[in-house]
């Protein structure tokens, strides 16, 4: 944790985890803020100091609220009134810090029965209410798990993500579901078990591919008794939970019996079976001897920046690393910002036997006292010096090193392309965030629009939207479409920052909705936890002063929702229809460009639209111009992904679910008796009765249903 042993108060840093290196942005460090003015720093002493005087001396977490009843900040203390007491003091504090007491105006405290115990109640509750001045670590759900089902006579291996609701074994976490896949892929060769689901299980009358290529028994179909695929079943167990070595030696007397028995096809069955065991444990960059279960953290600093990186170990194999970068305040030192991560990591996960890190951290006791409270058992967190676990953790600081020196590059390159793009539009300064709208829809079904966002960290997939076009919109009419995922975007920001346009747009029209694809709904704020920066303010100009000042102070501590350009696909009668209804929603300051394609839809001839500009286009060889295509293609496939997965789940649809009272045990019924929705279809009313499961209302809704259809 941050120096909870020290008089003086935390250095908090402000900080988001992400949680993969290829996708993820590189968070711009914190910047000194400019110091809290005199009077609001005394008057946050004084607060803090009446709270103070009457709080207990036990173990405790507190909360600092703002005027407007935001948490600013969560944290714990052995003892409540000396914690609370060092940030009365008015020295030694960071500028940081300064800022979070002069803006303190509330404070809320839980005593707990020991330091441990508030730890972890530290880490949940940043979880749920992701302050502004505490590190934060994302929600991880792309931490996949190998999961042996348990609620199945013949159990499944499949693939996991979050909770832990069904009934087995879980085996993780690993790196990446690519780590997953090929390891899931090695065990069906070696263990010959099923990965299909219950229901399709159920509904097989001959073997599928799988069995014909040796990758599954056939259970659902008696190649294989109940007992002996539960007994493939227990090998795969005793392998994952790292008793490899009994699994392959019992794998090779039988292929040693087998062969002395002249049964040469099933010794080589056993032997490919070996082999497929083998490359799960030599298909790793690097193994241990001594180790068998642990977590390695290692951080390095650059220019700044920050980037921890983990690998996974478990049975003496490398489950794989992943790079996280968080955003932490300068004035912390590497130790620091990794106590931090590790106190929060495990908020949603449990923690191995050993974690092992690259700095010695304070009260590393606490936090290994912590992780085993959490884990029910003995937790053990050490920084080594020799040995294995020292050459282990080089290892990942070396990746950790290399993975931060990549970001820094990428970053760097993806600064350069936005200048060059608000060079490209006359934009004063290089827009920090760039939405791109398209649509897509064939012959008008299944319409609708796609939104993407880039930063200067690349891709903010985070922020992504899809908007589905409603039913009064004319089908194929693409100025329409783009007027109103437009006018309910920009409806929604001015609706957050109190203005009242002459438009009523406080909720989509009819039909529409905007769908949550790969981040929060649209107007939550930004993955930081930070509310978004309003749109207009309510006299409808800019930012209000304040909040402008806040930003430029913070340096983009917090990625805007309010785009600094917007660029959509097509010509010029997208571009109007766009233009009419920002300039009704009062943002017709934020520059608006539209893309037409060239002649014969060649690239690097792209029409230009903007306000106040004759239609140009950009010099073949210009950065911005690939730039700008990159933009328009991932807008593209952003829009044409989601309407195919729209449309699938509309050619995918029962007519069972669209009858009342029909629900999943009734629609089972029905199928299962005749066999196909057609066969439903054609049936008359009183087959329809005499199905079991069904009564007589039932059945005449159906036969109902289908004859007005």
Known sequence: MRGMNRERPDDLPDAEMEDEEESLPLPAPAADLTEATPGALKHGIEVIAGFARHLPGKPGVYRMFD?????????????????????????????????????????????????????LLESNLIKQLRPRYNVLLRDDKSFPYILLSGDHEAPQIAKHRGSRQRKGDYFGPFASVWAVTRTIDALQKAFLLRSCTDSFYENRTRPCLLFQIKRCSGPCTGEISIPDYQGLASQARDFLSGRSST??????????????????????????????????????????????????????????????????????????????FPRADKSLTPAEVLASVVSQFYDDKPPPRLVLLSHPVEEIELIAQALSTRANRKVEVAAPKRGEKYDLVAHAQKNAR???????????????????????????????????????????TNAVGGMIVAGK???????????????????GDDFGMMREVLQRRFARLAKEAGTNPTTSTDSPPPGGEELEVEGVPLGEGSPSGTPPIPLLSPQGGREAPQQAAREDEADDIAFPSRPDLVIVDGGKGQFEAARKIMAELGAT???????????DRNAMRETFFMAGREPFKLPPRDPALYFIQRLRDEAHRFAIGTHRAKRKRDTMTNPLDEIPGIGPSRKRALLLHFGTVKAIQRAKLDDLMRTPGVNAATAKAVHEFFHDA
Not at 83 to 106: F, K, L, P, S
Not at 409 to 419: K, T, V, Y
């Open 247 to 324: 699994v392959k030696q019992t794998l090779s007397a039988r292929m040693q019996e087998a062969a002395e028995e002249l049964e040469f096809e099933k010794a080589a069955r056993y032997r490919d079976r070996l082999a497929a065991l083998s490359a799960v444990q030599a298909g790793q960059d690097i193994n241990t001897q001594d180790v068998e279960e642990a977590d390695v953290f290692a951080i390095d600093e650059q220019a700044g920046q920050f980037c921890v990186e983990i690998f996974f170990f478990r049975n003496h194999q490398n489950w794989g690393n992943r790079a996280l």
């Open 402 to 444: 290399e993975a931060l020196s990549r970001k820094l590059a990428d970053n760097a390159g993806q600064q350069s392309l936005l200048a060059a793009l608000g060079a490209a539009f006359g934009i004063e300064k290089p827009p920090r965030r760039v939405e791109v709208y398209d649509n897509s829809h064939i012959m008008g």
């Open 457 to 475: 960290d690349g891709f903010m997939k985070s922020h992504y939207r899809t908007f589905n076009i409603s039913a009064d919109t004319i089908a």
């Open 67 to 119: 005027r407007a009843g935001e948490v600013l900040y969560v944290g714990k203390a052995k003892n409540l009134k000396n914690r609370v007491t060092a940030y009365a003091r008015g020295m030694a504090h960071t500028n940081a810090v300064a800022r979070m007491i002069a803006e303190t105006a509330n404070m809320e405290f839980v005593t707990t029965g020991t330091e441990a115990e508030a730890l």
């Open 589 to 599: 300051d934020i520059p608006l460009v539209a893309i037409a394609k060239g002649a």
